[in-house]
């Protein structure tokens, strides 16, 4: 079993959809998590951080299930440029220098 | 530009020849990492960097592989002997270690393609 599995998609949404995006993790000693955005063919970008008790920006809401071992992403009123692909991340328990693990992706395409 | 940048940004190499990347973090970052990433898949971790200390390799990381961070700054990636499934972008990150909660920077990566 993978450490962070995401539903890859791909989620083809016209502008203005809600859409949401639903990500597992195995290890429930994991301590810090992110939605990472990564565009076509460039680098992973940090979107935002997920807190325990859920948070928003602007669009975007993050929540976190720590007893179901899941984070959500929220994007509502989506626009073209939120076409990307969005990575859910997961910091390991303290200890494992191995702080980032990635999941494969979620690829979303919003659609004039 | 204080950001992380890479260099080459595109190698293209033969199998069986050796190659060496590197990675030039933000300065004041003393966490280091590489990411190895293939199309359709989210960055997949080969090793870190505290300082000048490597302190953890994947198990994914063959003995072909080597990484060096040799005054804490600058790091280099070298893969001896290339094989066609080395084809990838290998990212590189870097951190600053104060908080678990802190950004991970991500450098443009460079993307090798082995024939």
């Known amino acids: 079993r993978k450490e962070v599995e995401q539903d890859p998609g791909p989620f083809n949404v016209p502008e203005g959809a809600t859409v949401a995006f639903n990500c597992t993790y195995s290890?429930?000693?994991?301590?810090?998590f992110f939605w990472y955005r990564q565009d076509c063919r460039k680098e992973p970008k940090l979107l935002m951080s997920?807190?325990?008790s859920g948070n928003e920006d602007g669009r975007f809401t993050a929540q976190l299930n720590r007893a179901s071992q899941y984070i959500s992403l929220l994007i509502r009123d989506s626009k073209l440029s939120d076409s990307a692909t969005y990575l859910c991340?997961?910091?390991?328990?303290?200890?494992?220098?191995?702080?980032?693990?990635f999941g494969s992706g979620t690829q979303l395409t919003v659609l004039p | 530009d204080t950001g992380v940048s890479q260099d080459p940004r595109h190698k293209i190499t033969k199998r069986g020849q050796n190659v060496t990347f590197r990675c030039d973090p933000i300065?004041?970052?003393?966490?280091l990492y590489w990411y190895r990433q293939t199309l359709g898949q989210g960055p997949e971790f080969l090793t870190y960097?505290?300082?000048?200390?490597?302190?953890?390799k994947s198990r994914l990381l063959s003995d072909r592989f080597s990484a060096e961070r040799p005054k804490g700054s600058f790091s280099t990636l070298e893969i001896q002997r290339t094989e066609q499934g080395d084809s990838a972008m290998y990212l590189c990150?870097?951190?600053?270690?104060?908080?678990?909660?802190?950004?991970?920077?991500f450098g443009q990566g460079t993307r090798l393609t082995v024939v």
């Open positions: 990150a870097s951190s600053n270690r104060d908080s678990l909660n802190t950004e991970a920077f």
């Open positions: 290890n429930s000693a994991s301590q810090s």
């Open positions: 997920v807190y325990s």
């Open positions: 991340v997961v910091i390991l328990p303290s200890g494992s220098a191995r702080q980032l693990t």
């Open positions: 300065s004041e970052h003393n966490r």
């Open positions: 960097f505290q300082n000048e200390a490597q302190l953890e």
